[in-house]
């Protein structure tokens, strides 16, 4: 039985597989000795500063971004707390009965103040 192609590039595989190169001693010797010479001596790193307010703002995109983001806040609030007719017209429609929320103050202000 002759041998194919097929069978030739198998056996070239395993001889190749079984192949374990090591380098020789000079070779480590000489890396060592590289590797040694580059090695910095002792690095002490810089404390890093905690964030301050300012990182925070530039993290958010500067006075643009913190501009929106309050007019944003702002006009929350407001049609939060004094919602249009049309926002008290459609929650009896979404929930099917008349929706009132309860923020803990009574119809007089000054409640607050009682202890």
Do not use: H, N
């Not at 001693?25 to 010479?37: G, T």
């Not at 926002?87 to 103050?105: F, I, K, R, T, Y």
């Amino acid at each position: 039985m002759a041998m194919t192609d097929e069978d030739e590039l198998e056996m070239i595989f395993a001889q190749a597989r079984g192949l374990r190169p090591e380098p020789d001693d000079d070779l480590m010797a000489r890396l060592m000795a590289d590797a040694l010479r580059e090695m910095p001596g002792t690095v002490v790193a810089a404390p890093r500063p905690k964030p301050g307010w300012r990182d925070w703002m530039r993290a958010l995109g500067g006075w643009p971004a913190l501009g929106g983001l309050a007019a944003a806040t702002v006009a929350g609030f407001w049609i939060g707390l004094t919602a249009p007719a049309g926002v008290s017209a459609l929650a009896p429609g979404l929930w099917g009965e008349d929706v009132s929320v309860a923020l803990g103050v009574d119809e007089d202000l000054l409640s607050l103040l009682e202890g």
